[in-house]
């Protein structure tokens, strides 16, 4: 239980590429003070806005397709996606109904009673708060470190996850501890890289932000 | 041996160039002076396309975005992925061969790969194996309509009378009941619109064009 809602990513104020250039990564050396420390961190976190940018690579085709759009994380389990560039797409997550707004059209899914949208938020909402490695029977976590962030790869263990997904990385500012950058592998290759910006924390979220929009 | 190879030669640029020759015919006959008409969508020069789009199969509703992309001259790879990326599906057309590169599993069924690989196969190749062409009849004054037949099948074609293009292509009742392609566009190459259906699969596909 100390886990379950305990971990809710913060973003970073530092720059990607700033991040990112801090030398190789290597084995984190002790992996329970950063859950302790990242544990401590997001329990005063109750709402999170960022910017974001999603990349998908088409390995065999050297392709990227880019997309971007706003973040909206509210404690316990209320995510939005608002993607305006290059379409506009909203998804929304709250308490395990998925409400989608693809242009006009709205769409309301109970995820209990559709498995694929069930794993899909399980996925989301475990990436964006940052417990997802603490699951420890569905995921095979491992912690790796530079001097200026860490890194959390999670390898599936359920048979129907590693169908979709072969890896998950979360990387963390090694400063605020705030996710900066979810990268999701696909079996044949391809792979998902949402990096996120311009965060602000425990701004005023209505609820009805997360409702069917 | 040898001499049986020529009248097989002779029947095979028969079908070739008669089809095309009498294309060409209509066209002069039906209306002068404008684009030919063609069996291609997608013009050859196309290299890629991203839309947005959606799918629609039995109870599932699937968005995100096609990317639609000419890997060689006879090959074209078609990867529909949800708005988060995850690939629900990445599938090749090459020549007469279709590779599933990768499938959703819930999507993983043999008769909608099938339906996929032929109704992606009407869009993205033009159909060089027409045997016949009759003109049907059609309600509105600006357009064509075309009975085809092919190794590919029997389809309706219908063609914006203005443009020459294609906007519909129906293909005639089988087993995998009958499937219902409509193309919008402006005068760019590639459609804005593209609309898939098949009642009896119970399969729609939704794609508007994004960007090259």
Not at chain 2, 96 to 121: G, Q, Y
Request: glycine share 6%.
């Amino acid at each position: 239980m100390k886990y379950k809602y305990g971990f809710v990513l913060i973003f970073f104020t530092f720059s990607v590429s700033f991040v990112f250039s801090q030398g190789p990564l290597t084995v984190m050396k002790n992996p329970e003070v950063f859950k302790q420390r990242f544990s401590e961190a997001t329990r005063k976190t109750q709402t999170i806005e960022a910017n974001f940018t999603q990349e998908k690579n088409l390995s065999v085709l050297s392709d990227k397709i880019i997309t971007k759009g706003r973040f909206l994380f509210k404690k316990e389990k209320k995510l939005r996606w608002e993607y305006t560039e290059p379409f506009h797409y909203v998804i929304i997550l709250n308490n395990g109904t998925m409400f989608t707004q693809d242009e006009d059209k709205k769409s309301k899914i109970d995820m209990r009673n559709n498995k694929m949208f069930a794993e899909i938020n399980s996925i989301i909402l475990g990436c964006v708060q940052g417990n997802l490695f603490n699951d420890e029977q569905k995921f095979l976590s491992s912690f790796f470190e530079n001097s200026g962030s860490f890194l959390v790869k999670m390898k599936p263990l359920a048979p129907n996850l590693k169908e979709y997904l072969s890896e998950i990385r979360i990387y963390f500012d090694k400063n605020d501890l705030s996710v900066i950058r979810l990268e999701m592998y696909e079996p044949a290759g391809d792979f998902t890289r949402i990096d996120f910006s311009g965060e602000k924390i425990n701004t005023n979220l209505p609820d009805e932000t997360f409702l069917n929009p | 041996m040898r001499r049986s190879l020529i009248p097989k030669s002779l029947l095979v640029l028969f079908l070739c160039i008669g089809p095309l020759s009498w294309i060409m015919g209509q066209h002069e006959r039906t209306v002068p002076g404008q684009i030919p008409y063609t069996t291609a969508i997608f013009d050859s020069s196309f290299e890629k396309a991203l839309y947005k789009g959606s799918l629609d199969i039995s109870k599932h509703h699937l968005t995100g975005l096609f990317f639609l992309k000419r890997v060689s001259v006879n090959s074209v790879r078609i990867v529909f992925s949800n708005e988060m990326g995850m690939t629900f599906f990445d599938l090749e057309l090459k020549g007469d061969d279709f590779i599933v590169h990768s499938c959703f599993p819930s999507l993983e069924r043999a008769s909608l790969l099938k339906l996929l690989k032929n109704d992606f196969r009407l869009l993205m190749f033009p159909d060089t194996t027409v045997t016949r062409m009759k003109p049907g009849r059609s309600g509105d004054s600006g357009l064509l309509i075309f009975r085809v037949k092919s190794a590919r099948g029997s389809f309706h074609y219908t063609y914006d009378k203005d443009s020459g293009k294609i906007i519909r292509i129906q293909t005639s009742r089988s087993i995998m009941g009958r499937t219902d392609l409509r193309i919008n566009g402006d005068k760019r190459l590639e459609p804005t619109k593209i609309y898939i259906s098949n009642s009896t699969i119970g399969l729609q596909i939704n794609m508007t064009f994004l960007s090259n």
